[in-house]
Each structure stands twice: as C-alpha cells, then as structure tokens.
C-alpha cells in the first residue's frame, strides 16, 4: 500500500515534468530573440543564431514555416540541441520535433535540386591547357564518334534502322513538359519536329497520341533536340536530356545486331563523361579539372553538356554521401549533417566547390548546407 501511495504521490510531479518539457519543446521551433545585453558574449551568440536563422531563409527552397531553424540549428548550443535531440524520442512531446526534422529534411532534398536546377556557367580565369591535353582528349573524342557514325550508317544500309517502334515514351515526356512551354522555347519546338516526324499526332481533344515512328526517324528526332539545345543552360539542358532518354527508352529494344553495337558505342562514349566525375573531379588537383573543364566548354555543345552534367554529378555526390540508409515516416533519405559537412568541407579545401560552382552557389553549399 505504501508503494502504491508512492507512486500516486509522484503522478503530479511526472506531469509538471512532462508539461515543461512540452512547453520547451513547443518554444524551440520559435526564433532566438536578441534579448542579451549589447556587447557581451551572450549578444554575440544570439546574433549568429539569427543570421543562420535569417541565412536558412534565404535558401533557393527557404527553411521557413514548418522546416525553419529550431532553437539548437540556429544557436548551436549544445546543451539545447541534446535538449531536442531527447525530447524528440517522447512519443507526444516530441512529435512536433520530428515533424520539424522531417519537413527540413524534405526541405534541403529539394534545395538540392533547385541548385541543379539554378546552375550558370562558372566564370574563371582559363588556365593555360597545354597543346597535348587538348590534343589527345579532341582526338579520343574524334577517333569514337566516327566510330560510332560508321556503325549507325552501317546499321542503316542494312535496313537495320526501318524497323517501326512505339513513341509513347515520347510522347509522355513531351505531355509533362507542356507545363513549361511558355518559359523555355525549345520545347514548342521540339514538340512541332516531333510531330512532323510522325512520332506523336494530336486528336480532337487536343491531347497528344504516341505513334510508331521508323528507329532511322527517331534518331533524327535525337539529332535535333541535341542540336537545337543550348546545353551550357541548366534549364534547356534539364529538359531536353529528360526528351533524349524518352527517345532511347523508345528504341533501346529495337534495331538488329549492328544498331545495337552502334548504341553500345554511344551509351560508353558517354559513359566515358561519367567516369571523368571520379578522375578529374574527385581524385585530381583543381588545376587538372580546370583544364578539363575548358576543354570540355570549348569543345562545342557536347562539352558544354559533359560539363554541366559533371556539375549536376557534384551536387548528387554531396547529397549521396550525406545519405544515410535509413528513411524518415515520409520515406525521404535521412541526411547526416556530420556527412554533408565533411563533404563540402573537403571540396571547399581543395577548391573544387568554387570552381565547380562559381563563388555565389559555393556561399549557399558552404554556409547554409553545412
């Protein structure tokens, strides 16, 4: 009996503790307030507490509302951020803290395509590439697209590239671009070449009908959207390489056995770009990915697209190596802060993360991701 008169004498006492740790947990998502004296230790810390409050704020997908700082992001007290970090595992208590981290990290995935998304043409100071580099990368290039040409006019003489295949690919690649027609011109355009060219009609309704078109057509139509983009713009780029893949997915199976060598050829000339992100980005010093970078933006709009595309793979291997396996209720990859920092903090060491994305996107990677 004496127990049981224990534990209801501490019942009051459990609930003041859970109702104070609610009110905390409910005043933490709130914004410091520059309350400390001027001058002193205090104001100082708050003060940067606000500017990363205010600097989150800023992000191409602003950290406000349901994703802002909490207390602990914006002082980084550590005291405050255990405080969260336990509050956050009560079940009721913490749920507005797991939705708050849950939400961030929603927020800063999309922020990570909206860099991709943002990115311009860095402006540098060329350093001098010496005559052999530019030589030998030129000539690699020239020696496998004749290759590549010869296999293709090849696979067309032998009646290969008449074989009809089905654009429904196209055709909705085309249809979920619509939305974009009035800000990048390049997709009316495509739409009306693909339309000549019989891959796609439009019924009384004025929705788009996927036909077959000959594999020999369907390249022409890849042709064009390679040539007609300006593949140095992250927006024409984004879009067209999603109409390139519509157009491969709709002839990947087709074709006899010299199309598919000559796609064989094509798909590892392009994967020769991916394996530059790996030997030049990653592993090289700054100037040997400096040079690779002039090369490739003097190279025409295929270097001009290999480059953004490496400057697409280095956002994609921040957010890869901050990554943990683990997901949230949401199912959104859960990010290690500690990762993201170690990450950008080593390519900002180097000098990679400012001559990969101008001084503008390295402030926004360096100050407001990590």
């Keep these: 009996q004496g127990a049981v008169q224990q534990a209801r004498a501490a019942v009051p006492a459990v609930a003041a503790q859970t109702a104070q740790a609610a009110g905390r947990a409910a005043d933490i998502v709130r914004r410091p307030a520059p309350t400390a004296p001027p001058g002193s230790v205090g104001a100082a810390a708050t003060e940067q507490a606000l500017q990363r409050a205010t600097t989150a704020e800023m992000m191409p997908v602003p950290f406000t509302g349901g994703s802002a700082l909490t207390k602990g992001q914006a002082s980084r007290d550590f005291a405050q951020l255990q405080f969260e970090k336990e509050t956050a595992k009560l079940q009721e208590v913490g749920a507005p803290l797991r939705e708050?981290?849950?939400?961030?990290?929603?927020?800063?995935?999309?922020?990570f395509d909206a860099m991709v998304d943002s990115m311009q043409p860095i402006t540098l100071s060329k350093p001098e590439i010496g005559l052999a580099v530019t030589t030998a990368i030129q000539n690699k290039a020239n020696v496998a697209k004749k290759r590549i040409r010869a296999e293709y006019k090849k696979a067309e003489e032998a009646g290969e590239t008449e074989e009809p295949v089905s654009m429904a690919p196209v055709a909705k690649s085309l249809e979920d671009l619509d939305k974009y027609s009035g800000l990048v011109s390049i997709i009316p355009a495509f739409r009306?070449?693909?339309?000549?060219?019989?891959?796609?009609?439009?019924?009384?309704?004025?929705?788009?009908v996927p036909q077959e078109l000959s594999i020999n057509n369907a390249e022409i139509l890849r042709q064009f959207v390679n040539q007609g983009t300006d593949w140095a713009n992250p927006r024409e780029a984004k879009f067209a390489k999603q109409l390139v893949m519509a157009i491969d997915e709709s002839t990947e199976p087709a074709g006899?056995?010299?199309?598919?060598?000559?796609?064989?050829?094509?798909?590892?000339?392009?994967?020769?770009?991916?394996?530059?992100?790996d030997k030049v980005i990653r592993l090289s010093p700054v100037e040997e990915m400096n040079k690779v970078r002039a090369t490739l933006i003097s190279a025409g709009p295929e270097g001009k697209r290999a480059w953004t595309d490496l400057k697409a793979k280095g956002i994609d291997f921040i957010r890869e190596s901050s990554?943990?396996?683990?997901?949230?209720?949401?199912?959104?990859?859960?990010?290690?802060?500690?990762?993201?920092?170690?990450t950008i903090k080593a390519m900002d060491q180097t000098g990679k993360l400012e001559a990969l994305y101008g001084k503008k996107q390295a402030r926004i990677l360096r100050d407001q991701l990590s």
Aim: aromatic share 8%; no cysteine.
């Design 256 to 277: 006899g056995e010299i199309y598919r060598r000559a796609r064989n050829l094509r798909r590892q000339y392009a994967e020769e770009f991916e394996n530059v992100f």
């Design 192 to 208: 009306r070449e693909a339309e000549r060219l019989g891959a796609v009609a439009v019924d009384e309704a004025g929705a788009l």
């Design 100 to 111: 708050r981290v849950q939400n961030q990290s929603a927020t800063l995935l999309q922020n």
């Design 323 to 342: 990554q943990t396996s683990a997901r949230d209720e949401r199912g959104n990859f859960v990010i290690s802060p500690a990762a993201l920092h170690k």
